[in-house]
Every structure is written in structure tokens, then in C-alpha cells.
């Protein structure tokens, strides 16, 4: 089993907070995307799990062994874990062939030579890689030489594997067909994962739990669709899709509320007997005659077989919707609230 288990985690640089108090379990097996802006310290927290860094504070544990405990001052080191790394750089051994990149792992742990064979062709073929294979490094794609490093992966058999923004030096279109390939090796390995990125589409396409940073802290770690559909505060709801916070003027407690002066109906966590501001999404709003908020087009965006729509209210409260007939900028409309999310901004 390769849960990781942080308790009380933290990390400063020159005195400077840059993980604070993370205490949380990634479960075997399972695909974490770590998301968040730019330094909000993703990339220090993966460097923690590898054991790049020691924690200032709290301790880790993988696969049920301690890993490192700032307490103790003990850490196991990063060839000690059992962990498989892939960085955006590929990191591959530029002398080497892609087959003997791939078997150098096993070649140091001083496996027999069929089994050296075996598990690297193995491996290559799993990625795709079996015409590529007595090429150099530098003969490759970007792409071919993330499948390279996922194959070394692959042959080591490791419990958990670690994925600093693998996909960043890659083109669109290419990004979004390795996807795939990540998540085949997901299904491959049963290896737990935790993904670093800025791209939330990545995050969303393939992490079953998704942990949104935010200056050191994991504000909600959930699934994707919990997530959009019912972020836990602003900084989430913010950040992760495509929407609005405005405040609730009034709330029964029962799930009606004012909001934008029009009565409308909420959906809450049911322990949230409190809510302050709900989210508005493009759903959350449809277009009529009769809506109860006016509103004036102020952009429009062709998504391909629907429109965004970017609209102003007279109170100068931005919202945005999406519709299949096409709308001017400028043009007036109407809006009806639907069913949003209520939360308490924290
Ligand atoms: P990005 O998305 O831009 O890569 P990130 O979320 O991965 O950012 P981190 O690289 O983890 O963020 O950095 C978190 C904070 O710690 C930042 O304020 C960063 O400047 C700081 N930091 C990280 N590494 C060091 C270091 N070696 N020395 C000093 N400060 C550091």
C-alpha cells in the first residue's frame, strides 16, 4: 500500500513560510493533481515527497513507513523511497539510447539479463516506444522523450510516482493526446501519483482528486466535480472554472436567498447552515425574456457549437453565460438565476 500521509507539514525558505500546516492523505493508487498559481508551493511539497527537501516541521509517511520527521530529524533518502520522478526537462541520460535509458534503472539494482530484457521491452512497447528504441535521446520529439521517462517508470515498479508539470515544454494538441498516455500508465502501474500543474483542464482531465494551494495551504482537496460544482470558498471557487462570487443579500437558512435583488434558490453543503456569497456559473444562469437580472453582452466568444457570453449588469456586476444562438455585443437581455452554490467566504 502507498498512501502518503502528511501530519503538521511545513517548509520554510530564509525565514519565509513556503508550505504551512499540511496535514492530508493521498490514497493508494490514487491520481492527485496539485493546482495552484505560481508559487503557491506545489512544486515544494512534490520536492518534500521525493525527499529533495527536508520538512521544517510535521512528518511523512509512504506506504506506511516514515519517510521523513522533522521532529526526529531523520529522512530516508530520495533512492530509498521507491518513487519514480518526471520532470518537465525529461531528464534523460543524453549518452544513452532509449532502450538502455530504460533498463539502467534495473542494470543498478542488479537484475539477471532476461529479466533486464523483458521488463524494458515490456515497458517500451507499454509506451509506445518499441520503433524508438535504439535512438538517442536527442533524436526524439518532446513527447517521445516524456514517454522515455515514463518508461523508465514503468521497469522500476515503483509505489508512488511524482510529476513536476510534465507536459509544460509540449505544444497543445500534443499535451492533450499524452494525457492519455498518463493515464494508461496510471491504470498500468496502480502506482499512487501526484501531478504538478498550472493547467487546470490537465488537472481535470485526469486526477481523480484534485488539492488546490494556495499560499502553502491545500484549500480543498476533492474531486474535480466537487470542486466546480461545489467549491468550499472564494479562492476556489475563483480559481477553478469559470464563473462569478457575489455576495447573498439574505438567506432563510432553508435554501432561498437573495441574491442580485432577485429570491432565488441555493444549493448548500448540508452542514453549512451559514452561507455568505454563492457562485455563479455559466449554467447557473439562463437566458430569458422574464429573468430577473437585466443584462447588457459585453464579449462574445466562440467555443465551438456555443457562444460565452460576457455580460454587465447596470450595477456593473460581471456575469457570464453560454448559449447556442449567437448574441451582439451590446445587445440586451434577460437572466434567471438557477440553483447556484452557497458557501461561507472564509
Ligand atoms: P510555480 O507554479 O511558479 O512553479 P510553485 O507553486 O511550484 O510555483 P514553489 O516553487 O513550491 O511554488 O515555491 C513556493 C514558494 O517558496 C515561493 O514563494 C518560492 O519563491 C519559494 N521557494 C521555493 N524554493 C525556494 C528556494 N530554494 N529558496 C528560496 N525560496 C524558495
Known amino acids: 500500500m502507498a498512501d502518503i500521509d502528511l501530519s503538521s507539514v511545513g517548509k520554510d525558505f530564509a525565514g519565509t513560510p513556503a508550505l504551512q500546516d499540511i496535514t492530508t492523505r493521498f490514497h493508494d493508487g490514487e491520481f492527485i493533481a496539485l493546482l495552484g498559481p505560481s508559487g503557491c508551493g506545489k512544486t515544494t511539497l512534490l520536492r518534500l515527497l521525493a525527499g529533495f527537501e527536508m520538512p521544517d516541521r510535521g512528518r511523512i509517511a509512504i506506504g506506511g513507513c516514515d519517510v521523513a520527521d522533522a521532529g526526529r530529524g531523520a529522512m530516508v533518502p530520495p533512492e530509498d523511497r521507491n518513487i519514480g520522478f518526471v520532470f518537465q526537462s525529461y531528464a534523460l541520460w543524453p549518452h544513452m539510447s532509449v532502450r538502455r535509458n530504460v533498463s539502467y534503472p534495473l542494470e543498478i539494482r542488479r537484475l539477471s539479463r532476461d529479466a533486464i530484457a523483458t521488463r524494458t521491452e515490456a515497458a517500451l512497447q507499454a509506451t509506445g516506444l518499441g520503433d524508438y528504441a535504439d535512438r538517442m535521446p536527442s533524436d526524439l520529439s518532446g513527447g517521445q522523450r516524456q514517454r522515455v521517462a515514463l518508461a523508465r517508470c514503468l521497469v522500476s515498479d515503483p509505489q508512488a510516482v511524482l510529476l513536476d508539470e510534465p507536459l509544460a515544454n509540449l505544444d497543445v494538441a500534443l499535451r492533450a493526446s499524452m494525457q492519455a498516455v498518463f493515464t494508461d500508465f496510471h491504470r498500468r502501474t496502480g502506482a499512487t501519483m501526484v501531478y504538478v500543474t498550472h493547467d487546470q483542464s490537465e488537472a481535470m482531465a485526469m486526477a481523480d482528486r484534485i488539492a488546490v494551494m494556495d499560499r502553502g495551504r491545500i484549500r480543498q482537496l476533492d474531486t474535480p466535480q466537487n470542486l466546480y460544482e461545489r467549491p468550499a470558498s472564494r479562492f476556489v471557487a475563483e480559481f477553478v472554472g469559470r464563473g462569478t462570487v457575489v455576495p447573498v443579500q439574505a438567506h432563510d437558512g432553508a435554501g432561498r436567498a437573495r441574491i442580485l435583488g432577485a429570491e432565488v434558490a441555493v444549493n448548500a453543503a448540508p452542514q453549512s447552515r451559514f452561507v455568505d456569497h ?6 447557473n444562469l439562463a437566458i430569458s425574456e422574464t429573468g430577473d437580472l437585466r443584462a447588457k453582452v459585453a464579449r462574445v466568444t466562440y467555443l465551438g457549437g456555443k457562444y460565452l457570453l460576457e455580460t454587465v449588469l447596470d ?32
Open 315 to 346: 450595477c456593473g456586476t460581471r456575469l457570464v453565460t453560454e448559449t447556442r444562438a449567437r448574441f451582439d455585443p451590446g445587445a440586451q437581455l434577460g437572466l434567471t438565476i438557477n440553483a447556484p452554490w452557497a458557501f461561507a467566504e472564509d
Open 278 to 283: 454563492v457562485c455563479l456559473r455559466p449554467e
